[in-house]
């Protein structure tokens, strides 16, 4: 009976001793990241607004392209518009709503990143987030993981959902099948295309979020007011006492072009003739939708991963900061 509770005479340890070190050990193995799951998940319990945004925003063009389509097909039905092809009004709504959802995505970020530490100072709960045995290197991940991870594949869930709507959507109002639709608009290289964009964005924007996140630990009135503050201050002084624009320029550019498919770059052209029909003109994305040797030129930009370096040194100094936080 004793044999249970000491040592073999080989010097061994019983075997419910080891299991219960191996789960011991383990524990402490899994318990940072359990930590991290738990830290990300108070945040969206928080924020409801992370969800619900790009939820909604992209959720109602939906519908109302749903709705344009079938009344679009039957006003061709009965001769008072002209048709459009079916894959060319899927390739625009579709690129389209990927964009919203994209755009969705970055905007309730933004806005997430801009005021998560201010709130937590402001209304006194970062005294108890600080109680818990959890780091402010890990309490700083979860929140970046938010806007780095959560919202780039909601963005991507959501345009994913939203193309195979689409699809049966006008395959409806065209009268013709899905699945032929899905063949000639290449979906599937569409939406691995979609992935590629997602991860490029993120990427390119992570310098802001880094900024923002910097901003929101450290000042202890209200975040917008300091960053609309700066960027005014910053071209005041730039325009009248340098007499140039270059560093504002950056700024703005980080923030309206988006590579491959930024508002400055990317072109669309409609061009709709009695006798030729419709045809569109992507200029350069189509090449990046039919290359992924300009992805890989997009990705190896300087200027990206400069952002992702400044970026590293604000999340840093976020950690710093967390660390010495003080309720407001």
Not at 288 to 312: K, Y
Request: proline content about 5%; aromatic content about 10%.
């Amino acid at each position: 009976a004793t044999g249970r509770s000491v040592s073999g005479a080989d010097g061994t340890e019983p075997r419910e001793q080891e299991r219960d070190r191996g789960m011991s050990e383990y524990g402490k193995m899994t318990w940072p990241l359990k930590q991290y799951v738990w830290s990300v998940r108070r945040e969206l319990w928080g924020n409801r607004f992370l969800i619900l945004g790009p939820l909604v925003m992209v959720c109602l063009p939906l519908v109302l392209l749903c709705l344009q389509l079938h009344t679009s097909h039957l006003k061709v039905i009965k001769g008072t518009a002209e048709s459009v092809p079916p894959i060319l009004m899927f390739r625009i709504t579709a690129e389209m709503l990927f964009g919203i959802a994209n755009v969705a995505a970055l905007t309730v970020g933004c806005i997430y990143a801009l005021g998560t530490f201010y709130n937590e100072r402001k209304d006194l709960s970062v005294l108890f987030w600080k109680s818990l045995p959890v780091s402010d290197r890990l309490s700083v991940a979860a929140k970046a993981s938010v806007v780095l991870a959560i919202g780039p594949l909601l963005s991507l869930f959501l345009s994913w959902v939203a193309t195979i709507v689409l699809i049966v959507a006008t395959a409806q109002a065209y009268g013709i099948s899905p699945v032929g639709l899905a063949e000639q608009a290449s979906v599937g290289h569409l939406m691995i295309d979609d992935v590629a964009y997602i991860v490029l964005n993120t990427l390119w924007w992570l310098p802001i979020y880094a900024v923002l996140f910097l901003v929101s630990a450290s000042v202890r009135t209200v975040p917008a007011v300091w960053v609309l503050g700066g960027l005014a201050g910053l071209y005041i002084v730039e325009a009248i006492g340098l007499r140039t624009n270059h560093i504002t320029g950056i700024i703005w550019d980080r923030f309206l072009h988006f590579p491959g498919t930024g508002f400055h770059d990317a072109q669309m052209k409609i061009i709709a003739t009695q006798s030729d029909g419709f045809d569109v003109q992507h200029t350069p994305t189509d090449k990046i939708v039919t290359g992924h040797l300009d992805f890989l030129a997009l990705f190896s930009m300087p200027s990206l991963w400069w952002g992702v370096l400044l970026a590293a040194v604000c999340l840093v100094l976020t950690v710093w900061l967390r660390r010495r936080a003080e309720p407001i």
